[in-house]
Structures are given as structure tokens and as C-alpha cells.
């Protein structure tokens, strides 16, 4: 059987994606079917590339048993071959994704979706960049990423 891969997206890969990438793999490793998946994120831009996740969006997650392992790196070309599903965390990471797609030949297989189209308890349309923020912002981001990560699961499986 083929692996469902799943690709998180944000701007610098070190705090929204890292975090939901972690919470879907701890829900499929959870349900005992994370052999299912590829699963994996991405920045818009290049700026961390090679770093580990924001220490404050780490600190907040390690909160919840939430262990983010995953180093920033850039969204590629071969992405839209290789993923699926492409979920954004912004309108402003959908455009720049949709922008990239468009330039690249093959890339009709991945689907871009928004995360918070499978939000059911949070209605914000987007999940904000809580990168120049205070600490509760991260709160917020693993709250409400926990919310349409999990709905999103539910959706696909
Ligand atoms: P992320 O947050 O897109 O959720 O990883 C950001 C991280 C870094 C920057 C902006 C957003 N930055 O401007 O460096």
C-alpha cells in the first residue's frame, strides 16, 4: 500500500509546521498507524534553514508531551511530487506555495489545503505567526493546531 505523505508549511519552518508536523506524528503514532505516513515541513523562506525549532515554541509543546525534533529547512521543487497534501498555515504561505506550484512541471499530484479549513473548535481563518510575539502566542498556535491537525486526520483516514 502506499504511504499517505503529508507536508506542513510556514514561513520559517522553526515554529507553526515544526509543531504541527509533531502533533500529527504524535496522533499516528498514538492510533498505531504512523507506518502509514510520510510526514514532514517546510519553510516559505530560507532564513533558518538547518536550525532547530524556536526554543519558546519547543519549550511550550515539551508542555503537552509534544517533542519537536524536526530542523528548518526550505520547501523544494520535488516537494510537489513527493507530498500529497500540502498544508499552509497562512494565506500568505497559500500564495507563495500556489506561486511555486505553478512554476514547477509535474506538480498537479500535491494539493495545497489550509490548515484551519479543518479547524472544528477554532474558527480563525488562519494560524498566526506567533514569532514576534510573547509566549502565549505559542500557546495559542499548539492550541488551535491541535484542534485542525487532528480534524485533519480525521479527514483523511
Ligand atoms: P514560522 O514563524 O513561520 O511559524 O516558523 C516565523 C519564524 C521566523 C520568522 C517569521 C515567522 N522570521 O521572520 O524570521
Known sequence: MDKTSVLFVCLGNICRSPAAEAIFKNL????GIANQFIVDSAG????????????????????????ITSKARQIRQDDFSKFKYIL????????NVIDLKNRVKGSDFAEILKMQDFAFTFNEKEVPDP???GDAGFDHVLDI?????????????
Open 28 to 31: 499516528i503514532n498514538d492510533k
Open 44 to 67: 516559505t523562506g530560507s532564513w533558518h534553514v538547518g536550525k532547530e525549532a524556536d526554543s519558546r515554541m519547543r519549550i511550550a509543546a515539551k508542555q503537552r508531551n509534544i517533542y
Open 88 to 95: 499552509v498555515m497562512d494565506n500568505s504561505n497559500f500564495n
Open 131 to 133: 514569532y514576534f510575539g
Open 145 to 157: 493546531l491541535e484542534d485542525s491537525v487532528s480534524c485533519f486526520l480525521k479527514n483523511i483516514t
